[in-house]
């Protein structure tokens, strides 16, 4: 599909928003929307567009069943599937009775949303409804099996999220990431080469875009120089075509580049790195990897011998598995043999990475003890067994209810790299670093290696004596037993006291390491924290219907005995005149551009607003009294421009938002101090005009 027939679309969904001024329940409105919804979700097959209109609609007339239940649907076919639920929610409560499986819907929605309570409660609910109407033969029914396999991924991601890993994500940044889709990264051994898949405009081959409006997937690399990664750029376009191309391994050298074209079913080709630096025009794998069914990842053991890859070919253990081939003595690729139960299972089994120790294999899989979608597991290969160890999870956070695959570790096996959908995140899918200890086990005891002392002493005189070394254990040092610092939060309504059942987290700053947390009696909520070191944290709290807040706290270290810290966290009513300072959005210095540390923030601002469909508000501006009054005033409104203009593209309906730059005139402290004063006042703030 062209732009141009996309552009018709939307210039009638225009016209049809501005007809009616302010959101209120008008059902024309909303049964227009809905038409125009059809045609671009069932026509053009843009599901991020039909979303939006849908649930225009359905928030326009919240008695529309139909709207409600599109809107729920294109969310979970698309981004934010957690905030599917609110609209099944709208359906169920107009008529239980309109589908079959809208408690299942429901459930799901929550799943998505991590909230597992809420999301077994309907999930059960609604296989209850299949095992009391058995001979119920509609289509809009989803069966036993799939709805016990979703319960039991909502009991393993309570479980998970209880315990969470002790793992560092964080994004790769602007260099690397676009306001689209990027996934797929890979890296050769070095590190200093990264190459992967997007679907960003800027640098695209094909001007136009696929039938779902985004743009074709390229292959972009990037670029490792002193330590921090260069603005990535297209590959080229000996290696992209006009349509969907995609990267799925890099070995070790960077020499050779596994990439996924869509022919005959779809297939593997390879190309190779050239003496100028380029890579030449793909080959195919041979008919021992390659078949007539779809084989769509890659991955090559270090020495280059062993061949890991996915297929859907009949005769596997599930729908998709992973098979290997090994290299012959003439350098082919031998026929592909299924790695069997040990690694697969009756689900889909995809996305292998062989570890640069040759016997650690990451994968993603749809079944085993998940949480969801895809999860990654990992599994070592005893050498001795001659078999595949039990793959473990990797566990949250890394692993969520949605598709979690593509992940490849660095050599040292202290990181790795993957894509992920995340409240940090810059739009859709971004690539990650992720920090995780003793991911890959080490075999070698620790030793220290000294000189044989007895054999010096029965020859002194022999110089060869001292190249003699002996191994022996280190003995480390006793480690002190930590007693946690126990964080208590309580989360009330500001106007009322009333204790509120918020979503709070507490997570690392810098290292977005989460912190487990539990729900007491009283409603309030406990995190334990046992660092050897202070620690600065960010704690945060929203809930529906109110403002969200986050705060910075220094958490101290933990000791001998236990610590106690309360903290209470008042949320304010979203209600006409509420005023806010949104201090976790930063920009880079005089300029109008957000630091990556803005978008958690920004984040939850598009999400509280897609939430509350009716709400205007005041996106206000403030600066600093350094400057001139003309230059601070215009500085102030392009940072609120910024602001405004980033939830536009987010999909919030621009009448909604009013831009206001306000200079140096409304100062929250001193300008005589930066860290107290100057520092405060350079700040968003958000206003609520209409409710």
């Given amino acids: 599909m062209n732009r141009r027939n996309l552009k018709q679309v939307l210039v009638i969904v225009f016209f049809l928003l501005s007809y009616n001024v302010a959101l209120a329940q008008d059902k024309e409105l909303a049964r227009q929307l809905v038409e125009i919804a059809d045609e671009i979700y069932f026509e053009q097959k843009a599901t991020v567009i039909a979303n939006e209109q849908y649930a225009a609609a359905a928030n326009a007339d919240q008695d529309n069943i139909y709207a409600q239940y599109m809107a729920g649907i294109t969310h979970i076919e698309s981004v934010g599937k957690e905030r599917s639920a609110k609209y099944f929610l709208r359906a169920y409560e107009i008529d239980p009775n309109y589908r079959f499986d809208l408690l299942y819907w429901i459930g799901k929605g929550y799943q998505y949303g991590m909230e597992y309570d809420d999301a077994l409660a309907y999930l059960t609910k609604y296989k209850d409804k299949l095992i009391g109407e058995k001979n119920y033969r509609g289509k809009d029914v989803v069966e036993l099996s799939i709805v016990e396999r979703n319960i039991y991924e909502c009991e393993n991601g309570r479980d998970f999220m209880a315990n969470p890993a002790n793992f560092s994500i964080v994004n790769a940044g602007r260099k690397i990431n676009s306001e689209l889709m990027?996934?797929?990264?890979?890296?050769?051994?070095?590190?200093?080469?990264?190459?992967?898949?997007?679907?960003?405009?800027?640098?695209?081959?094909?001007?136009?875009?696929?039938?779902?409006?985004?743009?074709?997937?390229?292959?972009?690399?990037?670029?490792?120089?002193?330590?921090?990664?260069?603005?990535?750029?297209?590959?080229?376009?000996?290696?992209?075509?006009?349509?969907?191309?995609?990267?799925?391994?890099?070995?070790?050298?960077?020499?050779?580049?596994?990439?996924?074209?869509?022919?005959?079913?779809?297939?593997?080709?390879?190309?190779?790195?050239?003496?100028?630096?380029?890579?030449?025009?793909?080959?195919?794998?041979?008919?021992?990897?390659?078949?007539?069914?779809?084989?769509?990842?890659?991955?090559?053991?270090?020495?280059?011998?062993?061949?890991?890859?996915?297929?859907?070919?009949?005769?596997?253990?599930?729908?998709?598995?992973?098979?290997?081939?090994?290299?012959?003595?003439?350098?082919?690729?031998?026929?592909?043999?299924n790695l069997g139960e040990e690694i697969n299972t009756e689900f889909d089994d995809y996305s292998p990475f062989i570890?640069?120790?040759?016997?650690?294999?990451?994968?993603?899989?749809?079944?085993?003890?998940?949480?969801?979608?895809?999860?990654?597991?990992?599994?070592?290969?005893?050498?001795?067994?001659?078999?595949?160890?039990?793959?473990?999870?990797?566990?949250?956070?890394?692993?969520?209810?949605?598709?979690?695959?593509?992940?490849?570790?660095?050599?040292?096996?202290?990181?790795?790299?993957?894509?992920?959908?995340?409240?940090?995140?810059?739009?859709?899918?971004?690539?990650?670093?992720?920090?995780?200890?003793?991911?890959?086990?080490?075999?070698?005891?620790?030793?220290?290696?000294?000189?044989?002392?007895?054999?010096?002493?029965?020859?002194?005189?022999?110089?060869?004596?001292?190249?003699?070394?002996?191994?022996?254990?280190?003995?480390?040092?006793?480690?002190?037993?930590?007693?946690?610092?126990?964080?208590?939060?309580?989360?009330?309504?500001?106007?009322?006291?009333?204790?509120?059942?918020?979503k709070v987290k507490l997570r690392g700053v810098g290292d977005n390491i989460v912190v487990a947390s539990k729900r007491l009696a009283n409603g309030s909520y406990q995190f334990d924290i046992t660092n050897m070191d202070e620690k600065l944290y960010m704690l945060s709290a929203e809930m529906d219907g109110y403002m969200f807040k986050s705060y910075k706290m220094n958490i101290p270290a933990a000791g001998e005995k236990p610590m106690e810290i309360k903290r209470k966290v008042e949320l304010d009513p979203l209600a006409v005149g509420l005023s806010t300072v949104l201090r976790n959005i930063y920009f880079n210095f005089d300029k109008a551009?957000?630091?990556?540390?803005?978008?958690?923030?920004?984040?939850?601002?598009?999400?509280?607003?897609?939430?509350?469909?009716?709400?205007?508000?005041?996106?206000?501006?403030?600066?600093?009294?350094?400057?001139?009054?003309?230059?601070?005033?215009?500085?102030?409104?392009?940072?609120?421009?910024?602001?405004?203009?980033?939830?536009?593209?987010?999909?919030?309906?621009?009448?909604?938002?009013?831009?206001?730059?306000?200079?140096?005139?409304?100062?929250?402290?001193?300008?005589?101090?930066?860290?107290?004063?100057?520092?405060l006042n350079r700040r968003v703030e958000f206003k609520v005009l209409e409710k």
């Fill in 182 to 337: 990027d996934y797929g990264a890979v890296l050769n051994g070095d590190e200093d080469i990264m190459i992967f898949t997007s679907r960003r405009r800027d640098g695209n081959v094909n001007e136009n875009v696929a039938d779902d409006n985004f743009s074709y997937e390229d292959i972009y690399i990037a670029k490792k120089v002193d330590g921090k990664w260069k603005r990535a750029h297209n590959i080229g376009d000996q290696i992209n075509t006009e349509f969907h191309d995609s990267n799925l391994s890099l070995n070790a050298d960077g020499s050779e580049l596994y990439i996924y074209k869509s022919e005959n079913g779809g297939d593997i080709y390879v190309s190779h790195l050239l003496d100028d630096g380029t890579y030449a025009e793909p080959e195919a794998l041979s008919d021992n990897i390659n078949s007539s069914f779809t084989e769509n990842s890659v991955t090559v053991s270090p020495d280059g011998q062993v061949l890991f890859f996915s297929s859907d070919r009949p005769g596997g253990v599930g729908g998709i598995d992973i098979y290997y081939s090994e290299k012959d003595k003439k350098g082919k690729w031998g026929r592909g043999k």
């Fill in 355 to 502: 570890h640069y120790d040759g016997k650690t294999l990451f994968f993603s899989t749809k079944g085993r003890k998940g949480m969801g979608g895809y999860d990654i597991f990992k599994s070592e290969y005893d050498s001795l067994a001659e078999k595949w160890e039990e793959p473990v999870n990797l566990g949250y956070p890394i692993n969520t209810p949605d598709n979690d695959v593509f992940f490849v570790s660095t050599k040292d096996g202290s990181r790795g790299y993957y894509a992920s959908v995340r409240e940090d995140g810059y739009g859709y899918n971004d690539i990650y670093e992720v920090t995780i200890p003793n991911l890959i086990n080490i075999d070698e005891p620790l030793v220290a290696k000294t000189v044989d002392t007895e054999a010096v002493e029965k020859d002194p005189t022999d110089t060869k004596i001292e190249k003699v070394e002996v191994e022996e254990p280190i003995e480390l040092p006793v480690q002190k037993i930590l007693k946690p610092v126990s964080l208590i939060v309580r989360v009330e309504d500001e106007a009322t006291a009333k204790s509120l059942k918020a």
């Fill in 593 to 679: 551009t957000f630091a990556d540390v803005s978008y958690l923030e920004l984040n939850k601002l598009e999400k509280l607003l897609a939430n509350s469909p009716r709400m205007k508000v005041e996106i206000g501006g403030h600066t600093d009294r350094i400057g001139k009054i003309i230059y601070n005033k215009n500085l102030s409104q392009r940072r609120a421009d910024a602001v405004v203009r980033w939830l536009k593209k987010k999909g919030i309906d621009p009448r909604r938002l009013t831009a206001v730059g306000y200079g140096k005139s409304k100062p929250l402290a001193s300008n005589d101090d930066e860290s107290e004063g100057r520092e």
